[in-house]
Structures are given as C-alpha cells and as structure tokens.
C-alpha cells in the first residue's frame, strides 16, 4: 500500500499569513493531485502535477511536484478566510493512473 | 456541465439495518468510484467500475458491503448489516481519460451515522 503522509495536520493561522503544506511518500507516483473539500462538499479538485520539479500556480496557491515525483508542496501567500477547508493530496501510482491513494489531509482555519 | 449526484445527503440509522446509497456520474464518464471518508481524514477507495465492470474492489468489506453499475451509468452502493464503525461519509466521483490523465470529480457525499 503506498501511504501518502502530508503535513501539518492541523494549521490555524491569521488573514494575511503565508504557509506550506507538505504531502511525502517513499513512493513513485505518475502525477500528483492537490483537491480543496469544504465541511459537508466533495473534494474539488485544484491541480495536477506530472513533471519531476514542476511548479504550477494558481492565484495565490503555488504546487510543486518533487524531482523524484515522490512528494509534493502547496503553498499560499496571504492567506484568506476563503481558503479554510481539508487540504488532500492524491497520488496516482505508476501503470494504475485510473487510481489515487489519497493523503492523510491537513485541515487549514484562517481567522480575521 | 452537471457534478456528480448523489443521494440521500443524510442518513441515520441503527446498527444491524440496512441501506442504500446512489450515485449518479457526469455525462460519459466511464470510470466510477465509491470513497469512504471517516470524519477529519482521506477518502479510502472502495470499489472503482469502468463502464459496468469492476476494475478494484480489494478494499471494500464485501461480508457487508455491496456495489453494482448494471448500465454502466448510474451506481448503488449497499451495506448490509450496518455497524457502528461504517459510520462515515460516503462520497462518489467519477472520472474521464484526458491527455493520460485521470481527474476525479466528486459528488457531494453521503454523511451516514450508524447508532
């Protein structure tokens, strides 16, 4: 079974602050998924990264795929109350890329 | 372009009962999947259907649980008899191939409380 491990689980930070969400595997994936999940929705899904060391952007959101597309990162600058929800990642092993294995989640809470 | 349906939002029922969840995918989406969700973490894979067939069913507890897609469309997940620890949402997605790559959609998910 490939584990999907992300990091914090937990983060409550303040309107404006910057933070980094980690999601690591000892595992190869062929592409990597970042999903956003509001309390009582489905997941929806933010991006997806193919490329070893690709860097996407989306608005204030920054995902980079690791070089050894073991691991990936999202990072958000000045966060807003917007972006309160359950952070997944989602990993699609090689040769089964119908398939994801999902991240342990980290729940953000942004305040005013 | 219509989400991923799914009903009934809420259920609550006791424990040794049964029910029955359904999912209805987005348009000519052939691949199909069921996730249990326990509160606060990732969804774990039930059973995935490409068109009306079962492609994995190696995690779903099928002592209890049951899943059909007869038309290669619309999906029933059952479970029978429930327990305590089925408690969870259950959340269908489905999903296209689109330049070798597999992007799942999500339904808004079935919250069931076994008691």
């Known amino acids: 079974t490939q584990l999907l491990e992300q990091s914090p689980q937990f983060l409550s930070i303040q309107e404006g602050e910057n933070l980094t969400v980690y999601c690591n595997s000892s595992?190869?994936?062929?592409?990597l998924q970042w999903y956003r999940q509001e309390p009582g929705e489905g997941p929806v899904l933010l991006v997806t990264?193919?490329?070893?060391?690709e860097v996407k952007k989306l608005k204030r959101l920054t995902f980079q795929f690791g070089d050894a597309r073991k691991d990936s990162s999202l990072h958000i600058t000045a966060a807003q109350p917007g972006d309160t929800g359950l952070y997944l990642c989602?990993?699609?092993?090689?040769?089964?890329?119908?398939?994801?294995?999902f991240g342990t989640g980290t729940r953000l809470q942004v305040t005013l | 372009e219509a989400g991923v349906a799914q009903s009934p939002r809420y259920k609550i029922i006791e424990k040794r009962q049964s029910v029955a969840f359904w999912c209805n995918p987005i348009?000519?989406?052939?691949?199909l999947y069921w996730y249990q969700q326990i509160l606060g973490q990732g969804p774990k894979l039930l059973i995935q259907f490409q068109n009306n067939g079962v492609v994995d069913d190696s995690q779903l507890p099928k002592d209890r649980f049951s899943a059909e897609r007869l038309k290669g469309v619309d999906s029933t997940l059952k479970i029978q008899p429930a327990k305590l620890e089925d408690s969870a949402v259950y959340l269908c997605a489905s999903s296209l191939l689109r330049q070798d790559l597999y992007e799942q959609y999500f339904g808004p998910g079935t919250r069931l409380t076994v008691t």
């Open positions: 990264v193919v490329t070893g060391g």
């Open positions: 595992s190869v994936f062929s592409s």
């Open positions: 989602a990993g699609a092993p090689i040769g089964t890329a119908s398939k994801l294995t």
């Open positions: 348009s000519g989406h052939a691949t």
